[in-house]
């Protein structure tokens, strides 16, 4: 039986949910159903296929390795970090993922100390393929505790259950025990590090097989901040990566962080993966017949029966383009005509509706040299600004206003499409 308007509308949107990566990990039906290979040809408008390239820079690495994905919010990078889980050799390795919002306010500058704990916390609690005793592993996290001289209160030292259950709630609302592990840090990071590492080799000395973990740490892209907080945020991801370098490198597995695009320090040793919006448009502002069609392909996938026209009609070349190709924007458009009241397809009005809703959520927050640098992004196609603006440069690309296309072998930038009419107006007005 054919869905009604309403139940082809209700099963558009849940298809399209914002939390739709994370419940991925968590579903291999779900990957099945929605993934699209959007990496397959390597000189496509997605660029090239990352994933493979990580998978042989694990493979070719002796010993263990550390790795940054880069990247905008929105763009994709969990999804990929999925894939990558599914097609590691599980014969060779044991793939952890663990989603640092899980434990920590992404809003709120990072505790280092807090953090490296949270790694050790994260990776037993996630490791379900390693046949290890969870006994075991509570163990290990307290006596490391003890070890850093972290006293433990009797009430959150666990005899049952997940070590996240306690940590988790020490790590994110505990001040006092966040207080505890800053001062072990700073007391003697040397010790610190050591027993952090002593910590991982003993994990996995004890691992089944013989096989290497791929720790992935998922959502380090998300802290943000908000307003005022956003450069405190900031340079606590960036002191992370720069100063504690050497913690961050776990012993005798890989690493995947997914980083922000203004966390890689100059000079990291190991490889930095960047995932960009698909083009959807070429440097002279004509289509990219390829980005279009890549992700007409995922937005079909999702649709109930792969029908767009019967939400989008004629139109969904339009949407496409105003979201600048940005997964993370595509699917709110289209979720937010999904909620609409009217009769299918949407009319032109509609979707002039939520585009200006998603228009006003991405220029509300902007400043009068905001719109400077964007004026400037926009004439010249480049994003250079001198080194007092680089803050207010890299907010931009974290909230998507500025992006980053491949042209060839040449990276150019704009201005997302739905911000450039107002760019234009504040140019004018100037």
Known sequence: MALSDREYRKAFYQALSVHQGRSMLSEEDEY???YVPIYADPDGPAGPDLVTEIINAIDFTTGGSVQLLSGYRGAGKTTELMRLQRELDRERYIPVYWDVEDYFNTELPIDEGAFLVGLAAGFVDNCKDADLPQDKLRKRIWDLLGRIDVDIDVNLKPTAGPVALDLRVALRDDES???QVRKALASNRAVFREEIHRFFKDVVAALP????????VDSIDHYRGRADAFDQVRESVKSLFSIYADELALPDMHVVYTVPIYATPPGWA????????????????SDC????????KVLARRAPEGDLGRLLGDQTDRVIRASGGLFRDLFRLVA???LKEGGLPVDEAEIESAERKERSSLGVVLSEEHWEILSDVQRTKQLRVPRELSALAWELQAQGAVMCYRNGTVDWYGVHPLLAPLVADNSEQS
């Open 32 to 34: 099945e159903r929605f």
């Open 177 to 179: 025990f966040r207080a």
């Open 209 to 216: 097989g013989g096989r290497t973990p791929v720790f992935i």
């Open 270 to 285: 190991g490889q930095i993966w960047p995932v960009l919006n698909v083009k959807v448009r070429e440097k002279d502002g």
């Open 289 to 296: 017949t390829e980005g279009i069609e890549l992700l007409r």
């Open 336 to 338: 937010g005509l999904l």
